[in-house]
């Protein structure tokens, strides 16, 4: 194996992350099309609940053990970094064991919880199972975590990454084929069915856990698992003491926001049954807003994803050498990046959410609607990674706690008040439960770029300037947008009609916004002239050089 740099390992990782969320996002087309409402409305039961304990066992823990081999190696105590590793393997396993029995056992008390008293869609035995064919990648995804981080913690970054697209590819494999066997061959219950397709999680966590064993086996003199090292002068205690500070700050935020959505999918099933929908469309809103809707989101929400992994360590390097300029300048950049780009790409997706639903997915009313505003929260999500980011890498812990569980409170407070609220305004009910998430994030934003001012004296008047300077394209792009909707015809019911439509629609905004930003200046002061030239050299052949 080779060790790769700083920038080859950010590269490697920001490209495997790009891959594996297109392929997440892509194989739900056919996926929909086989299970439909009732299956992925199972699909989206059974991954809340997945998410919420994969994160109490694993959540963290990679990051902490990858962190402290590289402490212990950079110390020259091979022997402690090695037994780091053991040590970390040991608690995962029984963390995952737990974490599973709790899910296996509970699990009709957890689809109980789920549903209440909704009839009419799916039943509580359904999410029994789907809940309890899941729980097994539990015991698997944990152990691959850990043995990634120890790879990641000697700066192998390219074993890691190509399990994780490994990963996704076995699991969409398995999920989209047996899906399709159960249901469509052999024609089984919509449970069983979707109940084969979520043990792809396990497949492929196997798979990837075979891949890295491999890697770690064929290099172990090199990863010091081989040698008789002599006994640093490190503890056991000392060890798992340092794991846990490590890692408590991420297994915090990650099982926040997982237990989250939790609370957010049985409020909203809970107050629209209420309100007197019929449970196939409770299961239809739920699903769209809790996971299908995210899925396109996260077209715009991948771009801080990548950032953020170089992000934090330029954020610490200037942090050590005490350069606050460089740090306030970088986070500015990061924030001007984002939100030159997402927020158009928002608009975008947002005024075409009818035709981008019918062609992910089916027509819906339901779906575009929800869609068309829950895209928004893309952009706030991406602040709100940067932001986190940041605070971690300035090692502000309490304060990513207080603004994570603040944000994610008062979301959860707000959602059914707000739902109500809408519903008597005659506005759809569900539009309250996707404001309450935005106003989470705002609130934990503010609180985050609010403390990095006071604390550390960062400003944000040069971004706050480029945002209201960027409403210039993007009020352009609008108008053409919507001139072009008027103009060109679309036929829902046809995947290749949606497809034309949305590519020449956004070809052609996308350009509007481009050209009219670049007149003006602003990509220019946010990429700088000579990034921008590089790609266009790049993206021409050499062809056309900006001026």
């Not at 074993?159 to 994780?164: A, G, H, L």
């Not at 990863?223 to 006994?231: F, M, R, S």
């Not at 829902?492 to 009219?516: D, E, H, N, Q, T």
Request: aromatic share 10%; charged share 15%.
């Amino acid at each position: 194996m080779k060790k790769n740099s700083f920038l080859e390992g950010s590269l490697i990782a920001t490209i495997s992350i790009i891959i594996v969320k297109i392929i997440g996002m892509l194989y739900v087309i056919p996926f929909y099309a086989t299970v439909g409402v009732q299956g992925a409305s199972l699909y989206a039961y059974a991954y809340t609940i997945y998410n919420i304990f994969l994160d109490i066992a694993s959540a963290g823990l990679p990051i902490a053990i990858s962190k402290l081999i590289n402490e212990y190696n950079t110390l020259g105590k091979k022997e402690a970094k090695v037994r780091t590793f053991k040590i970390g393997t040991k608690l995962v396993g029984i963390i995952s064991i737990i974490s599973f029995l709790i899910v296996f056992v509970f699990a009709k008390y957890i689809a109980i919880a789920i549903l209440g008293d909704l009839t009419g869609g799916n039943t509580i035995q359904d999410v029994t199972l789907v809940i309890r064919c899941i729980s097994f990648a539990i015991l698997v995804i944990p152990y691959l975590a850990v043995s990634k981080g120890y790879l990641q913690g000697h700066h192998y970054i390219k074993p890691p990454s190509v399990s994780q697209v490994l990963e996704q590819i076995i699991r969409v494999a398995v999920l989209l084929g047996g899906s399709f066997l159960a249901l469509k061959i052999f024609h089984l219950s919509t449970s069983i069915g979707v109940g084969i397709a979520l043990f792809g999680a396990l497949a492929g966590g196997i798979v990837a856990c075979l891949y890295i064993h491999q890697k770690i086996t064929q290099n172990k003199k090199e990863l010091d698992l081989d040698n008789n090292l002599p006994k640093d002068d490190v503890t056991n205690k000392e060890i798992i003491k340092k794991i846990f500070s490590y890692a408590i700050p991420f297994i915090i935020i990650d099982t926040a926001v997982s237990i989250y959505h939790f609370i957010d999918m049985v409020l909203i099933i809970r107050t629209l049954h209420y309100l007197g929908y019929a449970a196939i469309d409770v299961e239809m809103i739920t699903s769209s807003i809790i996971t299908y809707a995210p899925k396109i989101n996260m077209i715009i929400t991948s771009i801080a994803t990548g950032m953020s992994v170089s992000l934090i360590p330029t954020i610490v390097s200037s942090y050590v050498k005490k350069d606050l300029n460089d740090v306030n300048d970088k986070l500015n950049k990061a924030l001007q990046i984002i939100l030159v780009i997402s927020i158009p790409m928002a608009v975008g997706i947002s005024l075409l959410s009818a035709p981008i639903w019918s062609l992910f997915y089916k027509v819906s009313t339901f779906g575009f609607t929800i869609l068309m505003l829950s895209i928004f929260t893309a952009i706030l999500t991406n602040a709100f990674v940067v932001t986190s980011s940041v605070l971690q890498g300035l090692n502000k812990f309490k304060t990513v706690y207080l603004s994570t569980i603040s944000g994610f409170a008062t979301n959860a407070l707000l959602d059914i008040p707000l739902m109500l609220l809408f519903n008597a305004m005659h506005l759809p009910p569900y539009y309250g439960a996707i404001v309450a998430t935005m106003l989470g994030y705002m609130l934990t934003i503010f609180i985050t770029l609010h403390t990095l001012h006071k604390q550390e004296k960062l400003e944000y008047k040069q971004t706050f300037k480029l945002l209201l300077k960027s409403f210039i394209p993007l009020i352009a792009m609008i108008m053409v947008v919507i001139g072009l909707k008027v103009l060109i015809p679309l036929n829902l019911a046809s995947k290749l009609s949606c497809i034309v439509y949305v590519a020449i629609i956004a070809i052609i905004g996308a350009i509007v916004y481009l050209v009219i930003a670049y007149k003006i200046n602003l990509l220019q002061e946010v990429f700088g002239q000579e990034f921008l030239n590089k790609i266009i050299k790049k993206l021409t052949l050499g062809r056309v050089k900006l001026s």
